[in-house]
């Protein structure tokens, strides 16, 4: 009976230290297969989301019934304007296409300004930015024109004032897309020009 006893008891023995090394090696095993992938860096990572492409560099894209548009004013007479619609560059330095004073088209004439005017058609959008100097040929006429396309400050446009503006031919109201800076020495950026202005937006594809 004894040495049964013994054996059995051995036997106990065994079989624990055997469970024990058993879930020693498991649980070893297991925090292996859990840590080192962290330490390796094999963590999956999200990537980085791309940036939207919006028109013309629009902080936001525009609803499918409406156009994008920006307007850039020149700064001093050092940097020329730019027009950019519907993501197309219409007016920049870099295309060379402006000059000094407003920047519809490049006319300085104020008689063909008038008549540049005139013969806009109903329903065309107007967009405008000044450069250097919009005002010295500016008459009482040129700024009637341009109250009638929806300007709220075309009537004070003076010798180097900075003006953005876009409009459409026999506005209701009063445009919501236009800034104007006055040139005053105490404010200019620039030694003798107000800073430029710089607007964009969504417009309504009817007005």
């Known amino acids: 009976m004894r040495v049964s006893g013994l054996r059995r008891l051995l036997a106990l023995i065994f079989v624990l230290v055997t469970a024990l090394v058993?879930?020693?090696?498991?649980?070893?095993?297991?925090?292996k297969t859990i840590r080192l992938p962290r330490w390796m860096g094999s963590v999956h990572k999200e990537k980085p989301s791309q940036p939207?492409?919006?028109?013309?560099?629009?902080?936001?894209?525009?609803?499918?019934?409406?156009?994008?548009?920006?307007?850039?004013?020149?700064a001093a007479n050092v940097v020329g304007?730019?027009?950019?619609?519907?993501?197309?560059?219409?007016?920049s330095p870099v295309k060379n296409n402006v000059g000094r004073g407003l920047n519809i088209a490049l006319v300085n004439d104020a008689?063909?300004?008038?008549?540049?005017?005139?013969?806009?058609?109903?329903?065309?959008?107007?967009?405008?930015?000044?450069?250097?100097?919009p005002g010295t040929k500016v008459n009482d006429d040129i700024k009637k024109l341009f109250?009638?396309?929806g300007s709220t400050y075309a009537k004070q446009l003076g010798f180097?004032?900075?003006?953005?503006?876009?409009?459409?031919?026999?506005?209701?109201?009063?445009?919501?897309?236009e800034q104007f800076l006055k040139n005053n020495p105490e404010n200019n950026k620039y030694e003798g020009w107000p800073e430029l202005l710089e607007m964009g937006g969504c417009v309504p594809r009817k007005v």
């Open 52 to 74: 939207v492409k919006t028109k013309c560099g629009l902080s936001t894209s525009c609803p499918d019934h409406s156009f994008a548009f920006k307007i850039t004013s020149g």
């Open 81 to 91: 304007p730019s027009i950019c619609f519907e993501d197309q560059t219409i007016m």
């Open 147 to 149: 109250s009638n396309l």
């Open 111 to 133: 008689d063909v300004l008038v008549k540049f005017l005139k013969e806009i058609p109903e329903g065309t959008l107007v967009l405008v930015a000044s450069y250097d100097d």
């Open 22 to 31: 058993f879930v020693r090696s498991y649980i070893n095993v297991n925090m």
């Open 160 to 177: 180097r004032d900075s003006w953005v503006f876009l409009g459409a031919r026999d506005l209701k109201n009063k445009s919501p897309f």
